[in-house]
């Protein structure tokens, strides 16, 4: 089933996997999952092994791109534990939108005489 999600162009959104074998039950891939782009401009930014020692469900971010768009995007993961590969992935719909203004900026110069 896709999983599609929104942010803003300040934003990124960070993706975790919890594999279950058709039962239901944990289940363990072999190897570290891939986190791609299959299309758009958005990017990735994969897990470091220190951030996957303190979560190994966290696989990395999708990062949006500096204007409005959307992306589709997939994880994919070895489902076996031997020799073999048995791909499995999983994806959807990224769609990011201008990030709205927070504050006006408002500053004020040096004075001058009158």
Do not use: C
Request: no cysteine; net charge negative.
């Amino acid at each position: 089933m896709p999983l599609d999600f929104v942010s803003d162009t300040d934003q990124k959104v960070p993706i975790t996997l919890d594999p279950k074998t058709e039962g239901g039950h944990s289940a363990t891939l072999d190897g570290a999952p891939v986190l791609s782009i299959v299309s758009g401009n958005a990017t990735v930014q994969q897990a470091t092994e220190e951030e996957r020692a303190a979560n190994p469900k966290f696989v990395g971010w999708v990062v949006s791109e500096d204007t409005a768009g959307s992306s589709e995007w997939k994880v994919t993961g070895d489902a076996d534990l031997g020799a073999g590969v048995v791909p499995i992935e999983e994806g959807g719909t990224y769609t990011y939108s201008a990030a709205q203004a927070k504050n006006l900026g408002v500053s004020a110069g040096t004075p001058v005489l009158k």
